[in-house]
Nanobody, 113 residues
């Protein structure tokens, strides 16, 4: 049974930075594209960024130029570096292992204005 555990969320002022981590266990990390998604209150879950097993990245327009996704296969961990945060980035951020379809429980990011 796979498990994804996110960490690194918190409260930050607009313009600040946060680094999220997601550590996987019980999955074949190397074959999974990994992704970060977010869900703001009253809104649907949306893609933030993905990274393939070959480190090819894809970003939502809202994340381009501000967020960076990366992965460390030795640690079974995927990261999301977020900078120039805006109040509209406030959401619960979820980690996803695409091939085996596992989701983490999420970590809350709150950006104050």
């Amino acid at each position: 049974q796979g498990d994804l555990v996110e960490s690194g969320g918190g409260l930050v002022q607009a313009g600040g930075s946060l680094n999220l981590s997601c550590t996987a266990s019980g999955i074949i990390f190397s074959i999974n594209s990994m992704g970060w998604y977010r869900q703001a209150p009253g809104k649907q879950r949306e893609l933030v960024a993905t990274i393939t097993s070959r480190d090819k990245t894809n970003y939502a327009d809202s994340a381009k130029g501000r967020f960076t996704i990366s992965r460390d296969s030795a640690k079974n961990t995927v990261y999301l570096q977020m900078s120039s945060l805006k109040p509209e980035d406030t959401a619960v951020y979820y980690c996803n292992a695409q091939y085996e379809n596992y989701w983490g429980k999420g970590t809350l990011v709150t950006v104050s204005s």
